[in-house]
């Protein structure tokens, strides 16, 4: 089974080592996004990049570097994604926030039943 429609994807960019009460700031925004039920979310971290300090930070071997560009995204229902921007006003002190109109096309193994409310993933299917 596969639903598709109109949706946003929210791409957060912020630097591996920025903290947020002594855990790493994508880990609160993943962990946010999952109690605020969000479809899901996926932490990338890349490779090589440079943001407002115009320095480069890089992964190659001989510049080893903790501050390596990452990045979050979300993609949900415009509603659901919009009702999670406060908490990102919350949590980010430097970075860079886009927002974006997708089609989205989610394949659903097991078509999502009613059932009792869960946390689990597969109960937050999208879209709503």
């Known amino acids: 089974m596969k ?3 109109p949706a946003l994807r929210l791409t957060i960019l912020v630097c591996e080592n920025d903290i947020w009460h002594h855990k790493p700031l994508y880990y ?48 949900d229902s415009e509603e659901r994604i919009r009702a999670f921007l406060p908490q990102l006003d ?3 002190t430097e970075g860079l926030v886009t927002i974006e109109q997708v089609e989205a096309i989610h394949y659903v193994r097991h078509p999502v039943q009613q059932a009792p409310l869960d946390t689990s993933m597969a109960d937050n299917a999208f879209p709503r």
């Open 3 to 5: 639903l598709h429609g």
């Open 28 to 75: 609160e925004i993943v962990h946010r996004a999952h109690r605020s039920g969000l479809a899901g979310a996926s932490v990338m971290r890349g490779i090589e990049g440079y943001g407002s300090s115009c320095r480069i930070h890089t992964a190659r071997i001989l510049s080893l570097s903790d501050e390596l560009p990452v990045t979050v995204t979300i993609i």
């Open 90 to 92: 919350e949590l980010m």
